[in-house]
T-cell receptor
Framework: GENVEQHPSTLSVQEGDSAVIKCTYS??????FPWYKQELGKRPQLIID?????GEKKDQRIAVTLNKTAKHFSLHITETQPEDSAVYFC?????????????FGTGTRLTIIP | NAGVTQTPKFQVLKTGQSMTLQCAQD?????MYWYRQDPGMGLRLIYY???????DKGEVPNGYNVSRLNKREFSLRLESAAPSQTSVYFC?????????????FGDGTRLSIL
């Protein structure tokens, strides 16, 4: 089955700087890669996702890049703000005839230092 | 739209007791999922249901059973609770049209087994 590794487990950056979180996956057939943000005590919420036919996707201060050859994808947050402090999870999935399921990384706790 | 609703939000059980966690979605999604979240381990899939009438094991199914009651509802049952099942449980749902689509999460159930 799929295995997703996520690094780093914790990350602290100064407000206004950029943050990068990296994930690798093992299943070369995986083609869907979402990123979730989870604030303390809250539900995980999708912030951005990318499919394997695209190399990069941006949404305001957030971008995700995908390298299918190396089987890794990364989340980039620019101009970080205090409200970006949260735990971020990457995930991967492949098409499976209606039985699609996500495999999650173990999470990165991002702290923005004012 | 309430999205994904989980009940109860908190529960304390004694070892050996049984209970059912309830999940309902009002988004007409066909797929539903149960995860557990433990510190440092991300979200691990317990069971999922690709469509009404079908259920399949995920990564950590031991000690749990599920029922897909109808398209809206997917319940998780602990028959004989153990301290190792202390965790935060999340239900999620997704529409699968052609390949993967984002999963939407409920607020979680915080379960403690004494």
């Amino acid at each position: 089955g799929e295995n997703v590794e996520q690094h780093p487990s914790t990350l602290s950056v100064q407000e206004g700087d950029s943050a990068v979180i990296k994930c690798t996956y093992s299943d070369s057939a995986s083609n869907y890669f979402p990123w979730y943000k989870q604030e303390l005590g809250k539900r995980p919420q999708l912030i951005i996702d990318i499919r394997s036919n695209v190399g990069e996707k941006k949404d305001q201060r957030i971008a995700v890049t995908l390298n299918k050859t190396a089987k890794h994808f990364s989340l980039h947050i620019t101009e970080t703000q205090p409200e970006d402090s949260a735990v971020y999870f990457c995930a991967a999935s492949r098409n499976n005839f209606g039985n699609e399921k996500l495999t999650f990384g173990t999470g990165t706790r991002l702290t923005i230092i004012p | 739209n309430a999205g994904v609703t989980q009940t109860p939000k908190f529960q304390v059980l004694k070892t050996g007791q049984s209970m059912t966690l309830q999940c309902a979605q009002d988004m007409n999604h066909n797929s539903m999922y149960w995860y557990r979240q433990d510190p440092g381990m991300g979200l691990r899939l317990i069971y999922y249901s690709a469509s009404e009438g079908t259920t399949d094991k995920g990564e950590v199914p031991n000690g749990y059973n599920v029922s897909r009651l109808n398209k809206r509802e997917f319940s998780l049952r602990l028959e004989s609770a153990a301290p190792s099942q202390t965790s935060v449980y999340f239900c999620a749902s997704s529409v699968i049209i052609v390949g993967n689509q984002p999963q939407h999460f409920g607020d979680g159930t915080r379960l403690s087994i004494l």
